[in-house]
Nanobody, 129 residues
Framework: QVQLVESGGGSVQAGGSLRLSCAAS????????KAWFRQAPGKQREGVAA?????????YYADSVKGRFTISQDNAKNTLYLQMNTLKPEDTAMYYC?????????????????????WGQGTQVTVSS
């Protein structure tokens, strides 16, 4: 049974930093892609960052977080990370990790959420001004 468990969320002031973690179990990651999404109240879920789970580890970012957020992974620990620096109030949202590309879908379709099979329960990030 596949499980994705996020952690690391919290409340910070603008300009602060947080590191989110997503621990995966029951899931083989090689040759796949993983991603972080976020959803603020009343808004659609949006892609934040994605990473190809292979030796190249190619990464993609939403324009709104480029230069501030960094996605990475530790294959030995089967864990995905999102380092978030210079946080802004508009970064306030529930953050979700996603993995497991559906059959017939492609990683390059990111930030489309529907390409992913597995989702974590989310971790709340609140940034105050």
């Amino acid at each position: 049974q596949v499980q994705l468990v996020e952690s690391g969320g919290g409340s910070v002031q603008a300009g602060g930093s947080l590191r989110l973690s997503c621990a995966a179990s029951g899931y083989t990651v090689f040759g796949d892609c993983k991603a972080w999404f976020r959803q603020a109240p009343g808004k659609q879920r949006e892609g934040v960052a994605a990473i190809y789970t292979n030796v190249l580890g190619k990464t993609y970012y939403a324009d709104s977080v480029k230069g501030r957020f960094t996605i990475s992974q530790d294959n030995a620990k089967n864990t995905l990370y999102l380092q978030m620096n210079t946080l802004k109030p508009e970064d306030t949202a529930m953050y979700y990790c996603a993995a497991g590309k559906r059959s017939g879908r492609y990683c390059y379709e990111w930030p489309e959420p529907s390409i992913f099979t597995y989702w974590g329960q989310g971790t709340q990030v609140t940034v105050s001004s």
